[in-house]
Each structure stands twice: as structure tokens, then as C-alpha cells.
């Protein structure tokens, strides 16, 4: 199995907690990715700094896919793959800040993530969300060839 997959499935069932990052304890979507980060790859790039929900909004500041350019490597949005970081604009015009993890390929799509009132799932990959990914990177070459 996919490195990325299984340990993000790993944190199914851990609460919804903003900016929190503790696997089983609680975490919020980009607290899953770190947490994925830290089980793969070891310490994370950067500090992250203290946020808002609403961050980065009021600016159009893209500070989640600027990151991603910069920690990960990212791919056009037709080549899926299982462990692929999912970058969703949850509305029309706003900054995108909601962050996923390919789990499934296929008829039978399927991503983890951290969603607010249900802590970390595995959702399946429909058209609702689909639409909504602006952006689909790899995590660095030593752990994406795993598995």
C-alpha cells in the first residue's frame, strides 16, 4: 500500500481541533498534512504560524498553495494518484484553504481529510469536491516511491 494512504488513514477518527496537529488527540486539514509530513519524512520545513479561520481571506493571500510549491511537488490536476495533497477552494472567488489526502483512485474515489464536526475521514472523492481541487502535488520523491 501507498506510504502517504496508509499512514493518513492512520489519523481516521482523530477529532477536529484548529491548528492542533496530535494524531488521535486532534487536528484540523493542514495539522493532518503535517502530521503525515512529520510520520514520513521527519521535522517540518517550517513553523507554522498561529491562524484564523478566516486567514489569508481578507488579503487573496494563496498562503496554503504557496507552501505547497514549496515544500511539495506539484502535478497537473488530470494525473492522479493515490498519497497525491489535495489543494479544494471551498467557495467561488475565496483563497483556497482546504487540504486532502488521495486515498482511493478510480470509480471509487476516495480522500482523507480533517472536516470541521467530523474530525479526520475518509470522504469519497464525488463531484462536489472534485470541482473544488485547485491544485494536486506529490510529496518529495523518497517517500511517493514508497509502498
Known sequence: MNAVVETARSWIG????HQASVRGAGCDCLGLLRGVWR??????PEVVPPYTRDWSEPQGDERLWRAGLAHLLPKPLGQVAPGDVLLFRMREGAVAKHIGLQAATGPQATFVHAYTGHGVIESAFSAPWAR?????FSFPQ???SEG
Open 14 to 17: 482523530t477529532p477536529y481541533v
Open 132 to 136: 473544488r481541487v485547485v491544485a494536486r
Open 142 to 144: 523518497q517517500v511517493s
Open 39 to 44: 510520520d514520513l519524512i521527519g521535522p517540518e
